[in-house]
Nanobody
Framework: QVQLVESGGDLVQPGGSLRLTCTTS????????VGWFRQAPGKEREGISC????????DYRDSVKVRFTIYRDIAKNTVYLQLNNLKPEDTAVYYC???????????????????WGRGTQVTVSS
């Protein structure tokens, strides 16, 4: 049974940092693309970063490029998202999701990702 569990969300001041963790089970992590999405109140779910299943290349949307880093530990079946220099507009529920195809990391279409976690709340406020 495939399971994804996010953790690490918290209340943090602007400029602060967090590390989100996506703990996975039930499948071989290196064979799947893993994306991080976020959804703020009243807004659509937004893909922000992804590691593709083909060669493990990381991708970032412009809104988080330079500030966020995605990486994985295959031995631990875990994917991380390091969030630095957080801004109030980063406030959202953050989700990890997985899918078999590498091209999922090109377009970040939520419906293409096959399995999802329940999310972890990140709040950036002073």
């Amino acid at each position: 049974q495939v399971q994804l569990v996010e953790s690490g969300g918290d209340l943090v001041q602007p400029g602060g940092s967090l590390r989100l963790t996506c703990t996975t089970s039930g499948f071989t992590l290196e064979h799947y693309s893993v994306g991080w999405f976020r959804q703020a109140p009243g807004k659509e779910r937004e893909g922000i970063s992804c590691i593709n299943s083909s060669d493990g290349t990381a991708d970032y949307r412009d809104s988080v490029k330079v500030r966020f880093t995605i990486y994985r530990d295959i031995a631990k079946n875990t994917v991380y998202l390091q969030l630095n220099n957080l801004k109030p507009e980063d406030t959202a529920v953050y989700y990890c999701a997985v899918g078999r195809q590498a091209y999922y990391c090109l377009n970040y279409v939520p419906q293409e990702f096959e399995y999802w976690g329940r999310g972890t709340q990140v709040t950036v406020s002073s």
